[in-house]
Structures are given as C-alpha cells and as structure tokens.
C-alpha cells in the first residue's frame, strides 16, 4: 500500500517554463515533506522541504505547495533548465512520533527539460 | 571524505551467495541508514544506526539481511543467501542529527542476484 504516491511517472517541459510535480500521500500522521533529486547512477540530493505547519516553502527556483486538506504537494521550478533534468522524488516523515528519521518515499517522476 | 561512498559499486552474485556492502558515511555523522530502491520505485527503509546502536531494523526484509555499525562509523549491509528478488540498488545515507531533514545518501551499490 503506496502511502507517498507520484502518480505521473514522467513531465516534460520547455526550458524557461515552469515545471510543477505532483505528490498525494495518504498516512495523516505525515507531518514533514521533503523533495529529493537523483540523476543517473547517483543517490537522491536534498532539494527543499516542508513542515505540515506551512503551506509554502521557497528557495531560489524553488517553491513547494502543501495542501494539508487534499493530502497533497507539490513542487513548482520556475524557470526550469535543461540541467533540471532528473528523477524527483517525495517523500514524507513523521516527525512528531519516535520514527521521525524514517523516510517514505514515492515512485519518483522523471522531467525532462527541453531546450 | 567529503561525501557518503559506498562500495562496491555494482556486484553480482550468484543466488545463494553471501554479499557484504559497505558503507562510509560522512565523519562525524551521528544517524546512518539503509534503504533498497527496486527497479521503478523509490527507495525503502531498511534499518537506522545512531552511532553504533542500532535503533531500528523493521525494514530489514527477512533473516538474511543483517547490517552493522561495530564503531560508529562505517557500516556493512550483509545479505545471506542471496536471492533474485534481493537484486536492488542498496542506498547508505548518514546525517548528522537524528531527525530525517534531507539527509546525504552515497550512490548506492547495484546488486544483481543471477
């Protein structure tokens, strides 16, 4: 049972545009959310994170949206560059719970940015 | 060094094998976790250190997994009688607090059990 979901396996979009990608999850304990980057034969990179007591974070290019109703975020970069170009993956915790160090993570959506 | 390296690489065993992954995290990082990435999905916890005790293994598939962290520091992933349904990329990844703020993970090690 899929409790981070990234329901699109892949986006893309042209350089300069924005790219906006999508992430349900359905556990309501999830109470922190995080963006993670992973090109080809490396690990996931830190990208940004959220804590359930805001509705936006921003940094840089970087925006993520959470919708704490919908169980929903979402990660927006504007403009988004070829460089961009990577799998992107969700993922939830639970920070107040003595599990706060276990990470859930979605499937990942691949973007490609065309120049 | 200046990130998480694992090793090996890639390895390729032949089922019912014993493997042993290794992991050095970033000195000084108190936390190290495993995680597993099948093919088409993100990655799994597996089992946390912090420092040399291990505080959580439920992710840990079965028996045959066993990981260690005798002084703290470096850790080994160890997978008894390989099976193919074991094959996976295996993520190390450490931070230096404890709580899961976008911690650093190495490259992973590819297994393929044939």
């Known amino acids: 049972d899929q409790q981070v979901k990234q329901n699109s396996p892949s986006l893309s979009v042209q350089e300069g545009r924005i790219s906006i990608l999508n992430c349900d999850y359905t556990?309501?304990?999830?109470?922190?959310f995080l963006w993670y980057k992973k090109y080809p034969a490396e690990g996931p990179t830190f990208l940004i994170s959220i804590s359930s007591i805001k509705d936006k974070n921003e940094d840089g290019r970087f925006t993520v949206f959470l919708n704490k109703s919908a169980k929903h975020l979402s990660l927006h970069i504007v403009p988004s560059q070829p460089g961009d170009s990577a799998v992107y993956f969700c993922a939830a915790s639970v920070i107040k719970a003595g599990s706060n160090y276990k990470l859930t993570f979605g499937k990942g959506t691949l973007l490609t940015v065309n120049p | 060094g200046a990130g998480v390296s694992q090793s090996p690489r890639y390895k390729v065993a032949k089922r019912g094998q014993d493997v042993a992954l290794r992991c050095d995290p970033i000195?000084?990082?108190?936390?190290l976790f495993w995680y597993q990435q099948a093919l088409g999905q993100g990655p799994e916890f597996l089992t946390y250190f912090q420092n040399e005790a291990q505080l959580d293994k439920s992710g840990l598939p079965s028996d045959r997994f066993f990981a260690e962290r005798p002084e703290g520091s470096v850790s080994t992933l160890k997978i008894q009688r390989t099976q193919q349904e074991d094959s996976a990329v295996y993520l190390c990844?450490?931070?230096?607090?404890?709580?899961?703020?976008?911690?650093?993970f190495g490259s992973g090690t590819r297994l393929t059990v044939v």
């Open positions: 990844a450490s931070s230096l607090g404890v709580v899961g703020y976008g911690y650093t």
């Open positions: 556990n309501s304990m999830f109470d922190y």
């Open positions: 000195s000084g990082h108190v936390s």
